[in-house]
Nanobody, 115 residues
Framework: QVQLVESGGGLVQPGGSLRLSCVAS????????QAWYRQAPGKQRVLVAR???????NYADFVKGRFTISRDGAKNTVHLQMNNLKPEDTADYYC?????????WGQGTQVTVSS
């Protein structure tokens, strides 16, 4: 059974940083693609960043230069380092793992950016 457990969310002031983590069990992350999505209240879930099994990554324009996605194969964990956070980054953040047609989601972690 595949499980994805996110952590690292919280309340941070504008300009601050947070590091989200997603620990996977039941699946080997290095052979999959992983992504972070976010969903703000009343809005659709959108892609924030993706890292492929190759190690290449891409980002949504609204986080380029501020967020970094990375994978730790030894710990079977994917991270999202978020710097220079803005109030509009406030959302629930979800970890996603894609292996072929298999698609897995974590339960989400809340990020609130407010002074």
């Amino acid at each position: 059974q595949v499980q994805l457990v996110e952590s690292g969310g919280g309340l941070v002031q504008p300009g601050g940083s947070l590091r989200l983590s997603c620990v996977a069990s039941g699946i080997i992350l290095r052979i999959c693609d992983q992504a972070w999505y976010r969903q703000a209240p009343g809005k659709q879930r959108v892609l924030v960043a993706r890292i492929f099994s190759s190690g290449n990554s891409n980002y949504a324009d609204f986080v380029k230069g501020r967020f970094t996605i990375s994978r730790d194969g030894a710990k079977n964990t994917v991270h999202l380092q978020m710097n220079n956070l803005k109030p509009e980054d406030t959302a629930d953040y979800y970890c996603n793992v894609l292996l072929g047609q298999l698609n897995y989601w974590g339960q989400g972690t809340q990020v609130t950016v407010s002074s």
